[in-house]
């Protein structure tokens, strides 16, 4: 980052809303009234505070919407209403996927299937807000809570719930509350719950890409279920690491000549801002010293093709059993251009 840029601003989970309109809700019911604004304890101690978007209320519930804001991340839910209405009753606390919230359907995640795709620490969260404030008031902490989404279903078109078996809307999620600018962390734990619901539906023969023209024709040249599909991105140690503890029977890696090129050189991120190519240590593997005149590998592509891909296919696969280990997955990389032709292969 340049040295003169203003720090990345962190920003709230939707846990964390769906927590923070929890409270509002309740204090209108046990208190009376709606604050302007409220304040909760998220997992590591940070007190946020949280403005009102939207309240409502009736007979027995009480409802109130918060806009997410997720800080400098790009997160598809950054500008998201979320909101949480709390009924009065039941047999103590029930949650329930409001418009917006996905539903699960397929084995595989933290939540069983039919529940609403409310993570576990959100539900935490929520409960120790219901407890505490029941404590305060008086209260019974018998109450329904509904979380919705404006937009929760569109807006889950971008992102993994379709192939995770989550219909209807989006997840509620966070551990700590906190959105870090650009962490890795969500995508690879995406990657993660991929191979969990892959693993429980039964699939044998999985796929980790680095992008859409390579995921689309990996699919295609092996027929591969949607779910099958895992969007290994940049991180391919993310991927590697997981499968190595959690194997299934066979897995594909597809990707372009670049970043290919940075896994056959040991990189487990492959995204251009955390690793880079050896063009000197190519030049040397290949015994071609006019390499490190090339600016990119798909110049040294274009300048010795099929030389450079095999080599490039086999280091990547190389690469990938050394994560891999002895981990009973059988392996094999396609290298694809961005056209979307194969210009390359290796199997073991």
């Not at 989970?13 to 409270?23: E, I």
């Not at 980790?208 to 099958?228: M, N, R």
């Not at 030049?283 to 071609?288: I, S």
């Not at 990938?320 to 694809?336: F, G, K, N, Q």
Request: proline share 5%.
């Amino acid at each position: 980052m340049d040295a003169q840029s203003p720090p990345l601003r962190r920003g709230w989970t939707t846990g964390a809303c769906a927590t923070a309109a929890v409270k509002a809700a309740l204090l209108k019911l046990w208190a009376g009234h709606f604050p302007d604004e409220v304040s909760i304890t998220l997992p590591r101690g940070e007190t946020p505070d949280f403005a009102l978007e939207e309240t409502a209320a009736g007979d027995g519930w009480a409802a109130a919407g918060i806009i997410k804001d997720a800080g400098d991340d790009p997160d598809v839910t950054h500008g998201a209403l979320i909101t949480a209405k709390v009924t009065l009753g039941g047999d103590g606390i029930e949650f329930r996927a409001g418009k917006g919230v996905g539903t699960v359907t397929k084995p595989g995640l933290p939540l069983a299937v039919g529940e609403p795709a409310i993570n576990p620490v959100p539900r935490e969260m929520m409960r120790g807000v219901v407890e505490e404030l029941a404590q305060e008031y008086g209260a019974t902490p018998c109450v329904v809570i509904e979380i919705s989404i404006r937009d929760g279903e569109d807006l889950a078109k971008k992102t993994w719930n379709p192939r995770l078996g989550i219909v209807g809307g989006l997840s509620v999620l966070g551990t700590t509350g906190v959105v870090r600018p650009f962490s890795c962390a969500a995508w690879i734990a995406s990657i993660h719950r991929g191979v969990d619901v892959a693993r429980a539906t039964g699939l044998t023969h999985v796929a980790g890409c680095t992008g859409a023209t390579s995921e689309k024709v990996v699919q295609a040249e092996y027929d591969l279920f949607e779910q099958a599909m895992l969007d290994m991105g940049d991180f391919a140690g993310g991927l590697l690491k997981y499968l190595r503890k959690h194997p299934v029977e066979r897995l594909t890696i597809g990707g372009g000549i670049g970043k290919m090129t940075k896994l056959a050189q040991g990189a487990m991120d492959l995204h251009s801002g955390r690793s880079q190519i050896d063009f000197d240590a190519l030049a040397k593997a290949l015994g071609e010293p006019h390499i490190t005149d090339c600016n990119s590998a798909l110049e040294v592509y274009e300048r010795y093709g099929e030389k450079f891909s095999a080599f490039v296919a086999n280091g990547a696969l190389k690469t990938a059993r050394e994560v891999l280990r002895d981990s009973p997955v059988a392996l094999d990389l396609i290298l694809i251009d961005r056209a979307g032709n194969i210009i390359g292969r290796a199997a073991e």
